[in-house]
């Protein structure tokens, strides 16, 4: 096993050897269909696709999950109308705003991965303010994945590796897998174990390319608005009745 795998499943010792997902990634796709099917503009199906997002951090901890991260807005997601994106900006404010205070009463760590460094300057504040007030919590993580792109957070990772060996911070022979993926938005989060896509699309749009290298995929056709608690103890069902073999055969995991 290639320690840059960080698996973070682990049989706990009264679960009977059945092993449960720690980190549960969700592409949340949906909300334009939902909305165009009920004759509703997109943003209104954004806006429910906000409350879906709410139930499922709601039930990640009831499936105790440790870990929950969330696709949101991709940097392929620039080129809707401006509207559109406005709009999504917008929900992304008033969620942090809403949500915080619960988030960081029941002991829930708010991190933002994604380039951060051209968001509009309100914005760039309040990811700042989740952050940083929610730091010490350690019950459970929230990962926003906003303005997010896998291709991209790699590229940061490997400008920022290079930027370190040109300052004599860090020695061309140290970097492995493990140690670049140190250099990534999601820093120390183990790996996703499930990712999760809604609304019938079988593919990963740039999504966590090298955390998800050894995840289970789980794509269901419900649109993400209609994603619930049953739908989400359903997908991790399915996730305990796989085999992970990380390349290996079949029953040997040594
Ligand atoms: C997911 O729903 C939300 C974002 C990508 C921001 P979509 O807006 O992609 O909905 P569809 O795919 O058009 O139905
Ligand atoms: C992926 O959904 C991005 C998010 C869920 C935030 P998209 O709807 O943007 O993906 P494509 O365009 O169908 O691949
Ligand atoms: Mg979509």
Same mark, same amino acid.
């Given at each position: 096993?290639? =320690? =840059?795998?960080?698996?973070? $499943?682990?049989?706990?010792?009264?679960?009977? %050897?059945?092993?449960?997902?720690?980190?549960?990634?969700?592409?949340?796709?949906? *909300?334009?269909?939902?909305?165009?099917?009920?004759?509703?503009?997109? $943003?209104?199906?954004?806006?429910?696709?906000?409350?879906?997002?709410?139930?499922?951090?709601? =039930?990640?901890?009831?499936?105790?999950?440790?870990?929950?991260?969330?696709?949101?807005?991709?940097?392929?997601?620039?080129?809707?109308?401006?509207?559109?994106?406005?709009?999504?900006?917008?929900?992304?404010?008033?969620?942090?705003?809403?949500?915080?205070?619960?988030?960081?009463?029941?002991?829930?760590?708010?991190?933002?991965? %994604?380039?951060?460094?051209?968001?509009?300057?309100?914005?760039?504040?309040?990811?700042?303010?989740?952050?940083?007030?929610?730091?010490?919590?350690?019950?459970?993580?929230?990962?926003?994945?906003?303005?997010?792109? %896998?291709?991209?957070?790699?590229?940061?990772?490997?400008?920022?590796?290079?930027?370190?060996?040109?300052?004599?911070?860090?020695?061309?022979?140290?970097?492995?897998?493990?140690?670049?993926?140190?250099?990534?938005? $999601?820093?120390?989060?183990?790996?996703?174990?499930?990712?999760?896509?809604?609304?019938?699309?079988?593919?990963?749009?740039?999504?966590?390319?090298?955390?998800?290298?050894?995840?289970?995929?789980?794509? $269901?056709?419900?649109?993400?608005?209609?994603? *619930?608690?049953?739908?989400?103890?359903?997908?991790?069902?399915?996730? *305990?009745?796989?085999?992970?073999?990380?390349?290996?055969?079949?029953?040997?995991?040594?």
């Amino acid at each position: 096993m290639n =320690a =840059a795998q960080k698996p973070s $499943t682990d049989p706990t010792p009264d679960s009977g %050897g059945v092993v449960s997902p720690v980190h549960v990634a969700i592409i949340m796709d949906g *909300n334009g269909r939902w909305a165009k099917a009920r004759g509703l503009r997109r $943003t209104d199906g954004h806006r429910e696709g906000v409350e879906a997002a709410r139930r499922a951090v709601e =039930a990640a901890q009831d499936l105790g999950l440790k870990y929950l991260t969330l696709y949101s807005f991709s940097t392929e997601n620039w080129r809707r109308p401006a509207g559109e994106i406005r709009d999504l900006m917008g929900l992304l404010k008033q969620f942090i705003v809403d949500d915080l205070p619960r988030l960081k009463k029941e002991g829930v760590r708010v991190r933002i991965i %994604g380039d951060k460094v051209n968001l509009a300057p309100d914005v760039s504040a309040l990811v700042q303010r989740a952050e940083s007030e929610t730091r010490e919590n350690q019950k459970f993580v929230l990962q926003i994945a906003f303005n997010y792109g %896998g291709r991209d957070e790699i590229l940061r990772a490997a400008k920022a590796a290079i930027s370190a060996i040109q300052d004599g911070d860090l020695q061309l022979e140290d970097v492995n897998e493990s140690l670049f993926s140190s250099y990534l938005d $999601t820093g120390d989060t183990p790996d996703p174990d499930l990712v999760i896509r809604t609304s019938g699309e079988k593919r990963i749009s740039n999504f966590l390319i090298w955390q998800a290298a050894y995840a289970e995929y789980v794509f $269901t056709d419900v649109l993400w608005p209609d994603f *619930n608690a049953e739908i989400f103890a359903k997908a991790i069902e399915e996730f *305990n009745n796989r085999e992970r073999r990380y390349g290996g055969v079949a029953g040997k995991t040594g």
